[in-house]
């Protein structure tokens, strides 16, 4: 099984892009994983959202299989502590062999969609961050994951 992370926008932050270089880097030997932005038009503040969500939302879905494991994160999906998204990793290791997809949306959300293409919506956090923030905090959390079920000394109780 591959995990792919889909993430809507560009990362424009550096310090955003070096954390994200370095946890792939430390995600890459413990699982076959991808890391893609698919890239959107730019955006104003007079952009119309609903047509912004459905023009992101074609993008997304291209990048999707029929057979492939769709998870959206986003802040009204279910959350989990470390512990908990580490076993639900594994239930996924241990059922399938189809790709698990997380996907990122843009900063208006998802289109409605891409809600009914989706198998599953967790939560990072209760929190809001930015679109490109939670980026960097999902790829530590998919590292902490992977240390729990590998024994590594990371994670603490």
């Known amino acids: 099984m591959k995990i792919q992370i889909l993430a809507t926008g560009i990362t424009t932050e550096k310090y955003l892009q070096n954390g994200m270089e370095a946890y792939y ?3 890459t030997p413990m699982l076959s994983i991808n890391y893609e932005e698919i890239v959107t038009g730019r955006q104003s503040k007079k952009s119309n959202t609903a047509l912004v969500k ?3 939302a074609e993008l997304q879905l291209k990048k999707v299989q029929s057979n492939d494991f769709l998870v959206l ?3 009204k ?3 989990m502590t470390s512990v908990q998204f580490s076993g639900y990793l594994q239930d996924h290791f241990n059922k399938t062999a189809h790709n698990l997809i997380f996907l990122m949306g843009g900063a208006y959300g998802f289109d409605e ?3 009914r293409r989706a ?3 967790i939560s990072v956090s209760s929190m809001t961050f930015t679109h490109q923030m939670i980026r960097l905090l999902f790829m530590e959390q998919l ?3 992977m240390t729990i079920l590998k024994g590594l000394p990371y ?3």
């Open 119 to 121: 198998n599953q919506i």
């Open 143 to 145: 590292y902490r994951a």
């Open 77 to 79: 999906g279910k959350q």
């Open 73 to 75: 994160l986003d802040e």
């Open 25 to 27: 880097k430390r995600l």
């Open 113 to 115: 969609s891409v809600y």
């Open 54 to 56: 459905k023009q992101e």
């Open 155 to 157: 994670h603490h109780n």
